[in-house]
């Protein structure tokens, strides 16, 4: 006989089944708990809820293990391209040779975007943050494309919008940045990979000649491969829920995009080099900055530490701590920020308030360090993240519609007034 949980309420017994997860992960189905019992769960913050059978991506963060369609990701970082890592999220697997190609080149022929773009791009003030220009640019993909809105469009469909998102995005990004800072956009070569194609876009000149450094295209490979999907998170169950009204790719992702946005969530990248420029100017003394993020009544958290699912390690920090020291190295670059960060890191996991409270540097920690010796400005640090993460949310987005989900609607337990009778104090 399947496992059974057993829930009693009032002295009365209910029997729910017990389901398990291909690496033995288990949850208690309660999809009829509230037909049975008119109890629902109260779970703020979904600390506890699993919203989703997916066979995308595995996190076990108790081991810090992530795996991508069953591949640990320290292989795919060391091995694979984004482009590939990309088809394996969206498709299942690894691709053969020609499948790759195809797919390659699919990207190719769909990497410009529509000239009217730039007119909503020119409707932007040059200061506007770039993660809502994006958000914006990728919504408005729905207007050049409104056969994409049609909850029952056919596969083929589903897999054009597919690549036209993958290969429009990094135009889209690098043209929101170019916008920033007042320069004339750069349009896709085909003839280049996808890191070196992006990285075109955003630093070629008119001026002078662009040679795109294979050490800088190696590691935002490394840096989007380590982004690309991370299962259920604020951002990736917003596509999802957003999906789940038959909402079109387009207009999930670009929520998905806004979720990520947050300080809390991929916006930590951005705030953990402007943490670290502070502790700088600050003179250096992190055991300062240690003692504000311990201390309850400021508001001051050490961004880049701590995660919701990681408990001993996150291994995309891991693998980026390395490839920090590594490509910095490389392209002769000396940040002193990356000392102070690695004096931090040293000063809070020695710590028992940090100690206590499982909390280790994220994948965000170290991720701006590399992208400042890129070349990639600040504000654009959570953009860089939304490219990476594209992928995943596609991935999710068709799992989604592919299981054929229901609409995502939780239930509340309210806690505000009950009956008022209306007492006229304005008059209409
Ligand atoms: N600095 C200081 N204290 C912290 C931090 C931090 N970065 N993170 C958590 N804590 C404390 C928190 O105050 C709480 O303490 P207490 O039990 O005494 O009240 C305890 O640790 C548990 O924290 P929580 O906020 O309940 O944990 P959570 O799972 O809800 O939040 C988190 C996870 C990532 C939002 C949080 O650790 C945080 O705010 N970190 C800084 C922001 C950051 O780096 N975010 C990027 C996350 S990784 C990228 C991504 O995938 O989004």
Redesign the pocket.
């Known amino acids: 006989m399947s496992k059974q949980a057993e829930i009693i309420i009032e002295g009365k017994s209910y029997q729910f089944p017990v389901i398990e997860g291909t690496e033995n992960e288990k949850a208690i189905d309660i999809s009829k708990l509230r037909d049975l019992t008119g109890h629902i769960t109260y779970d703020i ?1 979904y ?1 506890n809820t699993g919203v989703t059978k997916s066979a995308i991506t595995y996190l076990d963060g108790e081991e810090g293990i992530l795996k991508y369609r069953g591949y640990p990701i320290e292989q795919l970082a060391e091995k694979s391209s984004f482009l590939e890592v990309a088809y394996l999220l969206i498709y299942g697997k690894l691709p053969t040779a020609e499948q790759f190609k195809n797919f390659d080149t699919s990207i190719d022929r769909h990497s410009m975007i529509h000239e009217d773009v730039k007119k909503i791009l020119d409707g932007f003030p040059s200061y506007a943050h770039p993660m809502g220009v994006l958000s914006s640019l990728v919504c408005s993909l729905t207007a050049f494309y409104p056969e994409s809105l049609d909850p029952n469009q056919t596969e083929e469909q589903v897999d054009n919008s597919i690549i036209r998102l993958i290969a429009k995005m990094p135009t889209m990004v690098a043209w929101a940045y170019k916008k920033s800072k007042g320069r004339p956009v750069n349009y896709p070569i085909n003839d280049l990979d996808y890191c070196s194609n992006f990285l075109h876009m955003m630093f070629a000149n008119p001026t002078e000649k662009y040679i795109v450094d294979p050490v800088v295209s190696a590691a935002l490979n490394t840096l989007l491969i380590l982004h690309a999907d ?1 299962e259920q ?3 990736t169950s917003t596509v999802r829920i957003v999906g789940s009204s038959q909402a079109s790719l387009f207009g999930s992702v670009s929520a998905g995009i806004n979720a ?1 946005w947050g ?7 951005q ?2 080099i402007e943490m670290l420029d502070a502790i700088k100017a600050d003179g250096g003394d992190v055991q300062k900055w240690v003692a504000k ?2 201390d ?1 009544n400021d508001p ?10 990681y408990k001993n390690f ?1 291994p995309r920090a891991r693998i980026i701590k390395k490839a920090c020291d590594d490509i910095l190295g490389k392209l002769g670059v000396s940040d002193p920020v990356l000392d102070i960060a690695k004096e931090l890191e040293h000063a809070a996991l020695t710590d028992q ?2 100690v206590e ?1 499982k ?1 280790y540097p ?4 170290y991720s701006g360090i590399i992208y400042r010796a890129l070349g990639i400005p600040v504000n654009m640090f959570t953009v860089m ?1 939304a490219l990476g993460r594209l992928p995943g949310w596609i991935a999710q987005w068709k799992e989604l519609r592919e299981n054929k989900e229901p609409i995502g609607r939780p239930r509340q337990i309210y806690t505000g007034e009950t009956d008022r009778d209306y007492v006229e104090m304005n008059k209409r």
């Open positions: 913050g600390k991370h998170n604020c951002s990520l300080p809390l969530h991929g916006g930590a990248n705030e953990v993020a311990k309850k001051f958290r050490l961004m880049g530490f701590g995660h919701r699912v996150d308030y940090f409270r909390l994220n994948v965000d920690f993240f």
